[in-house]
């Protein structure tokens, strides 16, 4: 009797966390679809842009700006920056990274990324790295973006490729705590529920025994969600790399 | 540019010392930015700082104020003007410029405000590095170590870059934006003087080593051997810091000289 009680809350449990999973997957589709859109138009422009050479930072700036900007303004997402990001090789001069950023919509300061031997090692950042060596997108984090909205990010990046070649990554930011605002309403009909990335780090949980940046318990040295166990029902996401998890009761 | 050509810059100094300024104390202020941005090793020795107008611009100040406080570095020596198509401020490639600016600040301190500026680093860092260790996963942790790889073989000035780069890289890991805008803030005011330290080899393989230590307790997840690497660096370079201020001291007062840290009256 207990048994059949225990698996009908089971049950009930799997359904909520399925809807929560597929609330965050519609948040994010909703994010890549401009870009999505964008993609065949930067990438053919490229293509003509690149025959003459490398790029400067300038040029870069000037030929996706207004693109950029109108995603900003007419997306229903929350976005707190949006922008294009060359390869390096690409670049003959200043920033490879056209990113705009914050209220003002300002300009990320191309001297702060340097160019030359003082470049930002843009392999260093997940949101780069990951397209740019798996040709798939990706949402990096959560993670602090010291370099530059100081803020908790979730960056929803997109690789553009010209001949099956990445060339450069395009992509958004998301304010954690704006993606909190849009989508822990939605996480109801039973308690503590996690949304989690593919490393086991929590995003936003209504579980007051897990924070934002933890990960779970039980993850131990494992850096994926494959051998999570049987303490927890999951929820993965087919288009992205986060899943829903509650404790299994 | 390949991975390998990459240097790691520590790029959140740069923007910290870039953020907008407004209106009050402007030319002190830009000064004090400046003198940040090179002192902390954001701009190494050579390097060309952002034309006056670009400046102006990220600050939130008029070109003439940027001109000003540029004026004052150029004759604190920190900077040179070169004229011409190439030209503009380069920070000073004259033996030791920086160095002595930052000896100059290290000796206007009294030793009080150095001990305690080391004890709040020191548990700012701790209380970052514990999150970190509970945190970071083993992705996060190999891109810190790509960033101290062959760093121990570069020039003192270029391995400091790296070991700033990995350790602000290390506190952002505790996922805390508050830790580590503190961490930036304090990593801000006390590289120039732990960059002091740098010509002696052996108190550089020590910090070296304890980064390296502190990396490798992290993806153990053994946070008190984490949280003591991370103290007893920081300790050890703060007596470094304070005996070598007392040695300049006293060579300053056996020359018979005002000693710097007379100008407040001390």
Redo the contacts between chains.
Sequence with gaps: MEATLRHDRDDRDARTLTEAIEAVDQFFAGVFEPFEAWAPSLSAELVERLTSGPLSGPQLVSMVADRTLAILTETERPLYGAGFCLG??LISDGSPLAWWQGEDRTLI?S????SG????????L?WYRVPQTTGRRHIAG???D???S???NLTVSMPITVDGRVVGIAGADVLVSEFERALLPRFTGTHRMTLVNE???VVISTDPDYE????LADMG?A?TLDDLGAHWIVRRSADHPFAVVAPAV | ?S?SE????P??L??AA?APIGDEGRVQLVEGRLVQAISTGAF?EG?RL?SES?LSR?LGVSVDTVREALGLLRSAGLIETRRGRTGGSFVSTSAGAVEDFNTRALLRMTRLELSDLGAEYEIVSAGCAE?AC??A???DLD?VE??LQDAWELPPDAWRQRITAAQ??LA??????RL??DH?RLQSEFTPLLALQDADRLQRRFTHEQVIAQLEATRR?EVVVVTSAVRTAIRNSVRWLVEYRSRLLAAEDARGQHPAHTDRGA
Excluded: K, W
């Excluded at chain 2, 952002?172 to 934006?177: F, G």
């Design positions: 390096t090789d300061a001297s702060i990324f340097g031997h003082t470049a930002i090692s843009l392999y260093g997940e959560p993670f602090v010291y370099l530059c100081n803020q908790l490393h086991g780090r934002t940046g933890d990960r040295a850096d | 540019m991975i990459v240097t790691f810059t790029h959140r740069r923007s870039f190494r390097e952002p670009e990220h999150y509970r945190r996963t083993s992705e891109a790509r960033i602000l890289e952002a890991l505790s996922q805390s934006v580590t805008a930036v997840g």
